[in-house]
């Protein structure tokens, strides 16, 4: 711990469904043995998340969802850099969580180091304030508010009127639910600008991830079933604000008559323990 910055990714690989991946713990474990070893320094985790308005490498994800190889780097693929760079993909957006400030575990009363379980837990519970934290501060882009709007509408086409109504309507819903929005998607009184979700669906368009047609003079959208899984990564960018009413809503749905509030929890945690490896819980 000689006073660097130490960046690092705590999911351990890149996300190809847009959902953040469960934290992998090594990295963060040989941060924790070295504040652990050198108590006299403050050491700080900052959570930090990065969104994409559009990813570049969608294509290749798309192939390995559905079965395909990761392709390897190769030279081939670094000639073709220059002409990557040269197409618009869109805005980057950086966020910054909570900072957390490392706290050691209790040592052992016959030892100055803490117990290995004890040590297991402070890493753990890191790694899970980190994730939480990257997940709350995610913000909502115009991208991943159209993809999930568009795919809200499975099996028919989408008029634009339709669409800018269905994503003031996600919105609504999201700023309800707390999430923070890109400052390009804020128009005036919490409403949401149309021009940039006209700029997400050319986005779109361009990407031939949606198709546009018109049909009696009115312009619509339709989502080709090969490209649904790549909208489905930005849609799940979001997803994570939905899963605790989801969760309530299932159970509160469950076959039967009379629901008492102690039922209704015992159900959500027995969704949340069945659902633990798919989403991030705090």
Same mark, same amino acid.
């Given at each position: 711990?000689?006073?660097?910055?130490? #960046? =690092?990714?705590?999911?351990?690989? @890149? &996300?190809?469904?847009?959902?953040?991946?469960?934290?992998?713990?090594?990295?963060?474990?040989?941060?924790?043995?070295?504040?652990?070893?050198?108590? %006299?320094?403050?050491?700080?985790?900052?959570?930090?998340?990065?969104?994409?308005?559009?990813? +570049?490498?969608?294509?290749?994800?798309?192939?390995?969802?559905?079965?395909?190889?990761?392709?390897?780097?190769? $030279? *081939?693929?670094?000639?073709?850099?220059?002409?990557?760079?040269?197409?618009?993909?869109?805005?980057?957006?950086?966020? +910054?969580? @909570?900072?957390?400030?490392?706290?050691?575990?209790?040592?052992?009363?016959?030892? !100055?180091?803490?117990?290995?379980?004890?040590?297991?837990?402070?890493?753990?519970?890191?790694?899970?304030?980190?994730?939480?934290?990257?997940?709350?501060?995610?913000?909502? /882009?115009?991208?991943? $508010?159209?993809?999930?709007?568009? $795919?809200?509408? @499975?099996?028919? *086409?989408?008029?634009?009127?339709?669409?800018? #109504?269905?994503? !003031?309507?996600?919105?609504?819903?999201?700023?309800?639910?707390?999430?923070?929005?890109?400052?390009?998607?804020?128009?005036? *009184? &919490?409403?949401?600008?149309?021009?940039?979700?006209?700029?997400?669906?050319?986005?779109?368009?361009?990407?031939?991830?949606?198709?546009?047609?018109?049909? &009696?003079?009115?312009?619509?959208?339709?989502?080709?079933? #090969?490209?649904?899984?790549?909208?489905?990564?930005?849609?799940?960018?979001?997803?994570?604000? =939905?899963?605790?009413?989801?969760?309530? %809503?299932?159970?509160?749905?469950?076959?039967? /008559?009379?629901?008492?509030?102690?039922?209704?929890?015992?159900?959500?945690?027995?969704? *949340?323990?069945? =659902?633990?490896?798919?989403?991030?819980?705090?």
């Amino acid at each position: 711990m000689e006073g660097f910055n130490i #960046e =690092f990714f705590l999911e351990g690989g @890149r &996300s190809r469904t847009g959902k953040l991946l469960a934290p992998k713990y090594g990295l963060l474990s040989m941060m924790v043995d070295a504040c652990i070893q050198t108590p %006299s320094r403050k050491v700080h985790f900052v959570p930090i998340s990065i969104g994409y308005e559009r990813i +570049i490498e969608a294509g290749s994800y798309v192939d390995e969802l559905t079965g395909g190889e990761k392709q390897k780097e190769n $030279l *081939s693929g670094l000639l073709r850099t220059p002409r990557v760079l040269r197409r618009k993909y869109g805005r980057l957006y950086v966020q +910054i969580g @909570r900072i957390i400030p490392f706290e050691a575990p209790p040592t052992t009363a016959d030892s !100055r180091a803490p117990s290995p379980a004890a040590r297991r837990r402070v890493v753990q519970h890191i790694a899970h304030q980190v994730t939480h934290e990257i997940n709350r501060v995610t913000v909502v /882009t115009p991208a991943s $508010l159209v993809a999930t709007a568009l $795919l809200l509408n @499975r099996g028919s *086409s989408l008029s634009q009127s339709g669409l800018v #109504e269905l994503s !003031r309507v996600l919105a609504r819903t999201l700023e309800d639910l707390g999430a923070r929005f890109a400052r390009t998607l804020q128009g005036p *009184s &919490s409403s949401i600008r149309l021009d940039t979700v006209e700029e997400a669906t050319r986005l779109f368009l361009d990407g031939k991830l949606i198709a546009r047609h018109e049909r &009696s003079g009115e312009v619509r959208f339709t989502v080709p079933d #090969e490209r649904r899984i790549a909208l489905e990564y930005y849609k799940n960018n979001l997803l994570h604000f =939905f899963v605790p009413a989801a969760l309530i %809503s299932a159970a509160l749905l469950k076959p039967g /008559t009379g629901r008492t509030v102690a039922m209704v929890r015992a159900q959500v945690d027995e969704l *949340s323990r069945l =659902f633990k490896y798919e989403f991030l819980f705090h």
